[in-house]
């Protein structure tokens, strides 16, 4: 079963389609698709030891650290801007 999908096109676009009566646009549109799906779902395979790593990166990077008040490093930069 095939479904239809419409999209949107502004005008000018429309009328540059319809001066390259050639191609078939449904093609275009149906390969353009298609190369997204995969473009997304491989980013979503990513290795768990990756996303493992990245998460006690992520605690690290958020933890508190000694001697550092960050309030204050924020408050020294936005007068520095001023």
Request: hydrophobic share 35%.
């Amino acid at each position: 079963m095939v479904e239809v999908v419409s999209a949107r096109v502004d005008e000018d676009t429309r009328k540059r389609m319809r001066r390259l009566k050639h191609v078939n646009w449904s093609e275009v549109v149906r390969e353009a698709i298609k190369q997204k799906i995969i473009e997304e779902e491989s980013r979503r395979n990513v290795d768990p030891s990756e996303i493992q790593e990245a998460l006690k990166l992520m605690d690290i990077i958020k933890s508190k650290q000694p001697g550092f008040n960050s309030t204050e490093e924020i408050r020294k930069w936005r007068e520095q801007r001023k």
